[in-house]
């Protein structure tokens, strides 16, 4: 199977010196994306806070797709950048990284805490893959209106369903459902989100009454 498959199919691969000649040219592909994509974070982690136009034209180059309003404070981290596509009205706050040699697909009215890691990629549990440099890349859905929290991380091939809430320091090892609340490590289905959460912002405390949904 072709280092291109590999990469795409889930399975094991190593990102460099490869023998065939398909494989050869499949690693400069990569290395050029990985290469212009850490050129351009580092222009947008460096652009003046003020300079809006400046740091969305930036990141329209540095993602394969993006909706409108979208705001990522610096610094953040890509991989690829190429592979991670954001709906409408994202936010991210400090320290977002994304390993996203696989695709990362972000939905509409998502926001994120600061120091949010989400990665498509991990490594074989058996060091002798490890050794090797072998890794393995699987996608990762955050569907629109989730809110995940600081400090977080997404393990490959999660998907967390709409509208759902991943507490402060979780780990999300597997699919979360949504309309849910979640947290732990691993992370865990407290409670499903409902009517109450329209009277209680958060546990115990009301929304103020001048608020309207």
Not at 4 to 33: C, L, P, R, S
Not at 99 to 111: A, K, L
Not at 145 to 153: M, Q, T
Request: aromatic share 10%; glycine share 10%.
């Amino acid at each position: 199977m072709s280092l291109e498959n590999q990469m795409k199919t889930g399975q094991i691969y190593i990102e460099y010196d490869h023998a065939a000649e398909e494989d050869k040219t499949y690693e400069k592909v990569i290395e050029e994306q990985r290469k212009v994509c850490k050129d351009l974070v580092y222009d947008y982690n460096h652009a003046r806070p003020s300079e809006y136009d400046k740091k969305g034209e930036i990141l329209k180059q540095v993602l394969g797709g993006m909706g409108e309003k979208i705001w990522i404070e610096a610094p953040v981290a890509f991989s690829y950048g190429c592979n991670t596509y954001m709906g409408n009205h994202v936010y991210a706050n400090y320290n977002l990284t994304i390993v996203d040699d696989r695709d990362v697909y972000i939905g509409d009215y998502v926001m994120f805490g600061p120091n949010v890691t989400i990665t498509a990629t991990g490594h074989p549990v058996h060091p002798l893959f490890r050794k090797k440099g072998g890794q393995f890349s699987i996608p990762v859905h955050i569907e629109s209106g989730v809110w995940i929290g600081a400090n977080v991380v997404v393990m490959p091939g999660v998907t967390i369903g709409e509208n759902s809430v991943i507490g402060a320091g979780s780990v999300v090892t597997k699919d979360i459902p949504a309309n849910s609340i979640a947290f732990g490590s691993p992370c865990k289905v407290v409670r499903e989100i409902n009517d109450k959460d329209l009277v209680y912002y958060r546990k115990g405390v009301k929304v103020n009454e001048d608020w309207d949904v």
